[in-house]
Structure formats: structure tokens, C-alpha cells
């Protein structure tokens, strides 16, 4: 097993409190990686730091570095690191434009990609490694605001896919889903980690349990337990964590 990031003794602030202490923590290639832990425990902080989503914030300090596949990403240039880390949110945002227009902004922005046929291509490849091709390729041109809001976290998906990253950072995509919509999300994530490497934040612990390999548990900005996720569900070793998954907090 290959690790794609490594991240070393980082440390997290918002106006200089700190909100994750000390990480240390590795993440293997082309396997998913859960994150799991009670609300302000710093996980959406930890994931927004590994795409630099955070530089915009002018509150938000770090210390600690963070490696992807060698290169510190603090030293690279937050947009070529932003292609090759990209980020999908609880809400789907679909973009107020056509299926097809929301998969092409960003290769087109990005790549000025201008050609149909290569833009068609993008477009096929996004939505089929999206589970979303059978779906909707007859309506292509029609607007993105009327599909469900399944299809709509999967089509924001494929509009991560189209600029080809090499990771892809989920927070809790699932928490405004129904069951069935939960289930096709989950099948995904377990198809595309054969070609990306992913980091799940839930607050679904049997989400946790049933995609990823590994599962590391936060708690009050502290990594508490990192383990492959049936030792840690079966067999924690600390406390925090068997409290937790028995959910006696959080
Ligand atoms: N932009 C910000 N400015 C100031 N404080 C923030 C900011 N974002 C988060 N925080 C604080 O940092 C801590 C960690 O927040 P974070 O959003 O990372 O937690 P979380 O584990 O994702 O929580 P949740 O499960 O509710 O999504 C919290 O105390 C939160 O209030
Ligand atoms: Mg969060």
C-alpha cells in the first residue's frame, strides 16, 4: 500500500484558537478514508486545510505540513493543488445552468477546452464514472435545478471528475439523502477509489463501516484513534472512541 498524503504534526486556528491539534495521520492511495467524530470535533477544517480551501479566510492559521505524493502543499500553487484535491459538499450546488454547461465550466475556465468534441467526451467519461450517464444523457441540455437531489449530488460529483483530480474530499455528501440515493452515493464512492483516493467525512458511522478501509476518529480537534475500520468498530482501544461508536455522545 502506497500513502498519497501524508500529514505532519498539523495544527489548525481560527482567530489563534486552535481547533486541530497535532495531526499526524497517513492516507492510503485508491482507498477511502473515513472520517469520523461529533460536530466541532474540526473535520470539515481538516478537509477544507488539505485543498487549501481555507487560504480565504483571513481568521484561519495552520502550522504543520501536509505531503501529496511528496510535494508539501503548502508550497505549491493553491489552484494546481485544487485541481488535483477536489472537494464536494453536504448540499449539492448544481450550478443554474444545463447538465451538460455545469460539467464543462470548469475543464472550459480551467483547461480552455473550447472544442465540442472534446467537451462531449469530458461530458460522457464525468457522468458515466458518475453513475449518472443512463440517466440523463437524453437531457443533456436541460436544466441541472430539475433533477433530484440525488442526481444532483452525483452530478456534482461528475463535475469533480471532469477536471481529473487525483483525490477527492467528501463532506457528509449523504446527510441531505434519502436511503436510495445514500446507497447509489456510497456503490460510487467504492467504484471510483480504484482511480482516486478519498476522504469521507460522515457523521453516519455505519456509512464509515460499510465503504472505507480505514476509519479515524476526531474528537474536540483531536485525532483520538486512526484503525482499519472493522478493528475500529469491533475492537476500539480507547474510550472515546467505544463511547462514541455506541452512541453514548455525539
Ligand atoms: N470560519 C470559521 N471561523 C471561526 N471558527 C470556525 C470556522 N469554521 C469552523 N470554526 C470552528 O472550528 C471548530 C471546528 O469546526 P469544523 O467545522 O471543522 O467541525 P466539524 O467537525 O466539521 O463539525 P460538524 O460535524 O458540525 O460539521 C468549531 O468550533 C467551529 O465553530
Ligand atoms: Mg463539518
Redesign the pocket.
Known sequence: MVDKIKIENLSCY??K?S??ESLNLNIVKNEILSVI??????????L?TLNRM?DF?V??SRKGNVYLDGDNIFDIDAESLRRRVGMLFAMPIPLPMSIYDNITYAPKRLDLITKKSELDSIVERSLKDASLWDEVKDRLDSSAMNMSGGQQQRLCIARVLAINPEVILF??PCSGLDPISTAKVEELMIDLKEKYTIVL?T?NVKQASRVSYTTAF?LM?KLIEIDQTGKLFISPKEKETEDYITGRFG
Open positions: 481560527y482567530n484558537k481547533v486541530l467524530g461529533p460536530a466541532n470535533s474540526g473535520k470539515t477544517t481538516f477544507r481555507n479566510d481568521t484561519y463532506d457528509e467525512v457523521n476526531f480537534g
